[in-house]
């Protein structure tokens, strides 16, 4: 699949988010309004930060898009990461939100009105949220997209947030202690804001230009491995990802006499080699003399595949 595919199904996905947000909070205003819950209204509350997420993240995955110019010209990539950092943010100041509801109710319970029709329209805007919320997270893996796995996440956070709503109210409800919903929705606040600083953490380790998987490293050593002859060794080998895109880059010794048709024809090869197991990825090798002082540590190529 061509990177205009990816980038397109991508969006498309990003694009789809917007209306369905809307839809699953208006659901939950409804039924807080039938409700009276407080612990409702918090995850309706937290549902229009949802929404203002899906639009940054659309925006965001729009511009990563585009592609490299003379002022960028390694391309616009990292703007995902920017549109996750947001959504972690938009996470915390929801679980705020849900703390600034939830604690005069604490102070002063209120009885639920019309629970069992409350629950049930919360109960169908979570199943919605949850099947939206793994596709979104199991794309972002797919196509490499930080934003609609940190949307992804994002939703997850809010269908956990309606589980724990729903439990609250059950148990207020069996017991008939209405406290049990406000503070089971300060307890859900807490979590969130876990689930935000998970989503903040990694997508600033995304602009810091964090190495790529291991895994996938290794699959990219292995194919310098299995398609390096002719050469002596490689050294300095580092990758980076941004957003969909890959980095690769490192120095390939060959013998001092040969010609440089031969040398960049092993290039050709390595760079063939390793699209193979990463598509797409951006690759700079650097060619030396066996006579030249090596930049980084030297490895032999039957070394760097262990």
């Known amino acids: 699949m061509g990177s205009s595919d990816i980038n397109r199904r991508v969006s498309l996905l990003a694009f789809w988010s917007i209306p369905l947000a809307l839809g ?44 490299a110019d003379t002022t960028h010209p390694f391309g616009h990539h990292k703007a995902e990461y920017f549109s996750a950092v947001i959504e972690g ?15 005069p109710a604490v102070l002063a319970p209120r009885p639920i009105e019309a629970p069992a029709l409350g629950m049930a329209i919360n109960m169908l805007a979570s199943v919605i949220n949850a099947a939206w919320a793994f596709t979104l997270i199991r794309a972002g893996r797919l196509y490499r ?3 609609l796995s940190a949307d992804g ?5 809010d269908v956990i ?23 089971l929705a300060v307890l859900v606040a807490v979590n969130i804001l876990y689930q935000g600083w998970k989503v903040i953490s990694h997508s600033v380790s995304g602009l810091m230009d964090h190495a790529i998987e291991p895994e996938e490293e290794a699959a990219i050593k292995a194919a310098i491995a299995a398609h390096a002859h002719g ?19 490192f120095h390939l010794v060959v013998p001092a006499i040969m010609p440089v048709r031969d040398a960049h024809d092993i290039c ?27 930049h980084g540590v030297k490895v032999k190529v039957e070394e760097i595949s262990k």
């Open 231 to 249: 050469s002596l060794g490689v050294h300095d080998l580092k990758t980076r990802s941004a957003g969909q895109a890959i980095f690769v880059d």
């Open 89 to 103: 943010v938009l996470i915390t100041v929801a679980a705020m939100l849900i703390v600034w509801e939830a604690i």
């Open 161 to 183: 947030t309606s589980v724990g709503v729903l439990i609250g109210l059950v148990l207020a409800l069996l017991t008939g202690y209405s406290i049990l919903d406000p503070l």
């Open 268 to 294: 050709d090869r390595l760079e063939d080699a390793i699209r193979a197991v990463q598509p797409g990825a951006k690759i700079a090798i650097h060619v030396e003399p066996e006579t030249e002082k090596a």
């Open 24 to 67: 699953v909070m208006g659901l939950k205003l409804v039924a807080w309004q039938f409700t009276g819950s407080v612990a409702l209204l918090s995850d309706g509350l937290e549902s229009i930060v949802n929404v203002i997420a899906a639009i940054v993240a659309f925006f965001a995955i729009r511009y990563a898009a585009r592609p």
């Open 153 to 157: 996440q994002h939703i997850l956070s």
């Open 145 to 147: 997209s930080p934003a």
